[in-house]
């Protein structure tokens, strides 16, 4: 059974610039969460998509937005990239209910913005 | 709200000495609670979760937690380290009401020879 992919593994942008970062989950799961994580801050939740409908989102500005196709994959994009946007970017999916499942992790992205 | 603590940014262990990794939780219902692994440019991998049943979980590679409703916690440990334990640890808390789940900041354990 695959795993959780994301791609691109590494990405290097410049501040000003937009980027979508693609995730796809592991095949029947229908929940798919993205998260940022940073030395200093942890793991910070972006948002959640179950079925294509955002269930949740994090306190991150509106330059980060998401979405969820109908086969559960999932894209993350972040716009007018800052330099505070470098971080690994995290996609999780489950099955989505019920809620106590577990989360598979993909890899992750590393943004850098320079 | 839900919030997660784990107490301890850096753990430092002796080989083949106790593992004790804290983790205390906010929340106002019962929550799901998990403790995750990452390992260096790795995603989180699950070690154990606790949803309802026995408060003490076993996971995997040696692993185990107690949730103890009455201290709010759910700490991690394992009764010998070993060197491939080296790694971040992540405590998480899911409720029913919100969809999401929340990480604490997480601990890193270093194992000494």
């Known amino acids: 059974k695959a795993g959780v992919t994301q791609t691109p593994r590494y990405l290097i942008k410049t501040r000003g610039q937009q980027v979508t970062l693609s995730c796809s989950p592991i095949?029947?799961?229908?929940?798919v969460s993205w998260y940022q994580q940073t030395p200093g801050q942890g793991l910070q939740f972006l948002f959640e998509?179950?079925?294509?409908?955002?269930?949740n989102k994090g306190n991150f500005p509106g330059r980060f937005s998401g979405r969820q196709f109908s086969n559960s994959r999932s894209e993350m994009n972040v716009s007018t990239l800052e330099l505070g946007d470098s971080a690994l970017y995290l996609c999780?999916?489950?099955?989505?209910?019920?809620?106590?499942?577990?989360?598979?992790f993909g890899q992750g992205t590393r943004l850098t913005v320079v | 709200a839900q919030s997660v603590t784990q107490l301890g940014s850096h753990v430092s262990v002796s080989e083949g000495a106790l593992v004790l990794l804290r983790c205390n939780y906010s929340?106002?219902?019962?929550?799901?609670l998990f403790w995750y692994v990452q390992y260096p440019n790795q995603g989180l991998q699950l070690l154990l979760k606790?949803?309802?049943?026995?408060?003490l979980v076993k996971g995997i590679n040696g692993f185990e937690a107690e949730f103890k409703k009455s201290e709010t916690s759910f700490h991690l440990t394992k009764p010998s380290a070993h060197m491939s334990d080296a790694a971040e640890y992540f405590c998480?808390?899911?409720?029913?009401?919100?969809?999401?789940?929340?990480f604490g900041a997480g601990t890193r354990l270093f194992v000494k020879a």
């Open positions: 998509y179950f079925s294509e409908t955002q269930r």
């Open positions: 999780a999916s489950s099955l989505g209910l019920p809620l106590n499942t577990e989360a598979f």
């Open positions: 606790y949803t309802t049943g026995a408060t």
């Open positions: 929340s106002s219902v019962p929550p799901y």
């Open positions: 095949s029947g799961h229908r929940s």
């Open positions: 998480a808390v899911t409720h029913t009401g919100g969809f999401k789940t929340i």
